[in-house]
C-alpha cells in the first residue's frame, strides 16, 4: 500500500496525485512538491489515503517537505517580482505591435525561471520578445499560450448570477458543453443569456442537464393531439420543474393543468375501423350503348397477374424468333406505299436537268467500279548523294 495525497497550486486549480511518504498532513496545509518543471508550493487538497501499488501512476513524484516561514516569505517577494515583470513584458508587446494578450507572470519556487501566460488568435513569432525579457529579468523565460476558459479562470470575476465565477472558485477541470443542453431546459437560445465571460457557453448548464431528461420522460412531446375532459387539445409548452402542462383547445383556448391532472383526464380518441372489403369480389357488368346505339356489355377487370417468378419460363423456341427465319423476313422487299404528295411551291426534281453525259470511271488501275482514285502528290525521284551534304 502507498500512502497518496491529493495537492493543488490555485484556489480551484486541478488536482494532483502525490505520494506522501511518512508525513503527517492535513487539508489546507502548504508544502513543497517536486513537478516536472521543478519544485513548487501547493496546498494540501484532501489527506492521504492507502492505495494500492498497482494502482500508482509509475511517474508519480512525491512531496519533499512542509512548506517554513521562509518559503512563504520567499513566495510572496516572487508575487511582487511577478508584477514588475508582467508590466514590462507588456510594454514590449505594445511597442513591437505583437498581435497577443498577456494574462500573467509566474515565478517558479526558487525565482530561476519565470513563466508568461498569453492568448492569441494565431501563432505568434515572440523570440526577440524573449530576448528583451532575458536581459531585463535575469531568469530564463517560457511563453505558454491558453484558452479563453483558463484565461476567465486565472482573471476570475462575477458570473450573471452574481456569484464568483465556477471556474475560479470551485470547479477544477471543465467539461464539454453544447447548445442542445439549452434547448433540453427549454432556455432562450441568446448568446448573451447563455454565454459566460470567457464568450464560451455557461458551464452551469451541464449541473442539471442530466435532471432535465430524466423528467422529462414523463411529460407529453409539443404538439401531441389528444383528448383531455372530453376536449380535444394539442401541447403546447411543458415546464418541467412546475410539472405544468399547457393545452390549447379547438376554440383557440389555453388551459394549464399538472402533470397528474393530464393523466388522470387524458383518453385516448376512438380509433376508426377501416371498412371490411372483399378484395376478390367484382362488381357486376352493366350494359352501356356506344356511339351506333347498340347495346354492349362492360369488359369485365381482368384478375392481377402473378409475380414474374411464378410465371412459365420460355422454352426453347416458343416467343422467339428465329436469327434464320428474322433474316428471311429483312431480306423480302417492302411492297411499295403510295406515294406521298410532293410539297406545293417546289419544281419536280430531276426533270429540268439534262442527262448526265459523263462517261463512267475507268477501272483500268485494278480498283474497284464506281469508286474515284484518290489524287495523290507524286514524288519527284531525286538524284541520289554518297553523304548528308549531297556530295557523291
Known amino acids: 500500500m502507498t500512502r497518496m495525497v491529493s495537492i493543488k497550486f490555485c484556489q480551484a486549480g486541478r488536482h494532483y496525485n502525490f505520494a506522501a511518504e511518512d508525513l503527517d498532513l492535513e487539508t489546507g496545509e502548504t508544502v513543497v512538491v517536486e513537478t516536472a518543471r521543478g519544485r513548487s508550493l501547493g496546498i494540501v487538497a484532501s489527506p492521504p489515503q492507502e492505495i494500492p501499488e498497482d494502482q500508482v501512476p509509475k511517474e508519480t513524484k512525491s512531496v519533499i517537505r512542509k512548506a517554513t516561514e521562509a518559503d512563504i516569505r520567499s513566495q510572496a517577494c516572487f508575487r511582487d517580482r511577478e508584477r514588475e515583470a508582467f508590466h514590462f513584458c507588456r510594454r514590449r508587446i505594445e511597442e513591437r505591435g505583437m498581435q497577443m494578450k498577456l494574462v500573467r507572470a509566474?515565478?517558479?519556487?526558487?525565482?530561476?525561471?519565470?513563466?508568461?501566460?498569453?492568448?492569441?488568435?494565431?501563432?505568434?513569432?515572440?523570440?526577440?520578445?524573449?530576448?528583451?525579457?532575458?536581459?531585463?529579468l535575469h531568469a530564463r523565460i517560457e511563453m505558454k499560450q491558453i484558452g479563453v476558459r483558463d484565461e476567465a479562470k486565472m482573471v476570475g470575476g462575477i458570473g450573471i448570477c452574481g456569484r464568483e465565477l465556477c471556474c475560479c472558485s470551485f470547479l477544477s477541470e471543465f467539461s464539454p458543453v453544447s447548445v442542445k443542453m439549452a434547448k433540453e431546459q427549454g432556455l432562450a437560445l441568446n448568446p448573451s443569456k447563455i454565454s459566460g465571460q470567457c464568450g464560451r457557453l455557461l458551464c452551469c448548464l451541464s449541473y442539471e442537464f442530466d435532471t432535465y431528461l430524466a423528467i422529462k420522460k414523463g411529460f407529453p412531446k409539443n404538439g401531441t393531439r389528444t383528448v383531455v375532459n372530453g376536449k380535444n387539445v394539442m401541447v403546447t409548452d411543458s415546464n418541467y420543474l412546475s410539472g405544468k402542462i399547457t393545452?390549447?383547445?379547438?376554440?383557440?383556448?389555453?388551459?394549464?393543468?399538472?402533470?397528474?391532472?393530464?393523466?388522470?383526464?387524458?383518453?385516448?380518441?376512438?380509433?376508426?375501423?377501416?371498412?371490411?372489403?372483399?378484395?376478390?369480389?367484382?362488381?357486376?357488368?352493366?350494359?352501356?350503348?356506344?356511339?351506333?346505339?347498340?347495346?354492349?356489355?362492360a369488359p369485365r377487370p381482368r384478375p392481377a397477374r402473378g409475380p414474374r417468378a411464378s410465371r412459365p419460363s420460355r422454352t426453347e423456341g416458343q416467343g422467339k424468333k428465329s436469327p434464320e427465319k428474322a433474316k428471311g423476313q429483312r431480306s423480302q422487299p417492302q411492297p411499295p406505299q403510295g406515294k406521298s404528295p410532293q410539297k406545293q411551291g417546289r419544281p419536280p426534281q430531276n426533270q429540268s436537268q439534262p442527262p448526265s453525259t459523263t462517261p463512267p470511271p475507268s477501272t483500268a488501275g485494278g480498283g474497284e467500279p464506281g469508286k474515284k482514285r484518290p489524287n495523290r502528290r507524286r514524288r519527284k525521284n531525286r538524284p541520289k548523294s554518297d553523304d548528308k551534304n549531297g556530295n557523291k
Not at 519556487?109 to 536581459?135: P, Q
Not at 376554440?251 to 376512438?270: C, I, S, Y
Open 247 to 297: 393545452l390549447r383547445t379547438e376554440d383557440n383556448q389555453t388551459l394549464a393543468v399538472t402533470l397528474e391532472e393530464f393523466d388522470q383526464g387524458r383518453t385516448n380518441p376512438p380509433e376508426i375501423e377501416p371498412p371490411n372489403v372483399d378484395e376478390n369480389a367484382f362488381p357486376q357488368a352493366t350494359p352501356f350503348t356506344d356511339a351506333s346505339g347498340a347495346g354492349k356489355e
Open 106 to 136: 509566474e515565478y517558479l519556487f526558487d525565482g530561476s525561471k519565470i513563466i508568461f501566460y498569453f492568448t492569441s488568435d494565431g501563432r505568434v513569432d515572440f523570440r526577440e520578445l524573449v530576448k528583451d525579457l532575458a536581459h531585463q
